[in-house]
């Protein structure tokens, strides 16, 4: 629910709001909503939604919930749907308002409420996501022949990127991006262990993976092959 004063503009018909909306976005914050009653009984219908755990710009590991309401109850005259990066349309069952998007990686969606013609009877704005579900590949971890006391640490993350690693089991992270520090890099002395699950990174949407093998120092062999 909004909490702030706003004015509100209706319209005759979806296509004036879609224009309106275009054109006032560039200079003010806009929001699709539906009409109130109080304000008229004649607007036609449309589409307000609440997006629940919803970040724009900032890659998650969970992904936000979108419930949409506008349309009257027990109507049979329409139905939510769902366009993904304005290509791809889903519809929503009847009885199902909330949309969950499910693709990883950087997509968008906005949400309609269509006729039984297939017409547009309300647009919502676009909501873009940055969804990341899987781990980093990694961390393998190998040794040096000309220096036993190091260990060099690899690994990729092909969606969210790298963010950080830990060397102690996830106690305390450092970041993989700082290009002041090498800290894909740790030492030892020869012969010590480092357990498996104890060297973890981190992605920028959250997600962790561990070392799935124990490394001693002073042997090349690289895990994880």
Known sequence: MMNEDYLMISFENTHSAIQTERLLGQHFKVVTMPT?????????ISLRLAAEDYEPGVWKNSPP????????????????????CDERLILLSDGNNT????????????????????????????????????????????????NKKVCYVEAYDDLSGLDSISYDGGKTWLSCNDPETDNMTFYGE???????GWILTRDFAGNISSNDEDFIFGKKKRTGT
Do not use: H, N, W
Not at 36 to 44: H, P
Not at 65 to 84: A, H, K, N, R
């Open 65 to 84: 919930m979108f419930t949409l309401s506008g349309i009257p109850e027990d109507s049979t005259e329409y139905v939510y749907g769902v366009f993904i």
């Open 36 to 44: 109130l009653r109080a304000v008229t009984q004649s607007c036609g």
């Open 190 to 196: 020869v012969g010590e262990t480092v357990d498996a």
């Open 99 to 146: 949309y969950v998007p499910s693709e990883e990686g950087l997509s968008s969606v906005r949400f309609v409420i269509l006729d039984k013609m297939g017409d547009v009877q309300s647009l919502s704005d676009q909501y873009d996501t940055m969804l990341d579900f899987t781990p980093p590949d990694g961390p393998y971890l190998s040794g040096d022949s000309k």
